[in-house]
C-alpha cells in the first residue's frame, strides 16, 4: 500500500496536526506521481505528514469514508471512483486551495 494512504489514513484517523492553507505559499503540493511513493524519506520531504491527512478527509467529505474504505483496501481509483488517480487528484489540489483553515 502507497505511503500516502497509509500515513494519511494513519494521522487522519490520530487527529494529526491540524492542516493550514498557508503551508501552500511555502510548500509546492507533490505530483500525481509522487503519491505513489513507498519511500519514507521521499514522502517525508514532499510534505506527506501535513498534506496526506487532506487527502484522506477530502475524499471522506465528497465521496464518503465507504470509499476511503474501499480505495485504502483496493487501491483502485478507477473501480472505487470510476475515475483515475489524475481526476481525483486535482480534484484534491482543488480541495487544498479552498481549505477552510
Known sequence: IHLWLTEGMALYMS???SFYRA???NHTPPS???LQTRNPIQFSDM???QLAPTYIQF???KY???KVLQLIKTE???KTFGNSDNKIYS???EYLKNYYQ
Do not use: A, R, T
Open 23 to 25: 503551508y501552500l505559499q
Open 59 to 61: 475524499i471522506n467529505d
Open 32 to 34: 500525481c506521481s509522487d
Open 47 to 49: 510534505g506527506g505528514y
Open 64 to 66: 464518503g469514508w465507504d
Open 76 to 78: 483502485d481509483y478507477q
Open 91 to 93: 480534484e484534491w489540489i
Open 15 to 17: 487527529n494529526g496536526e
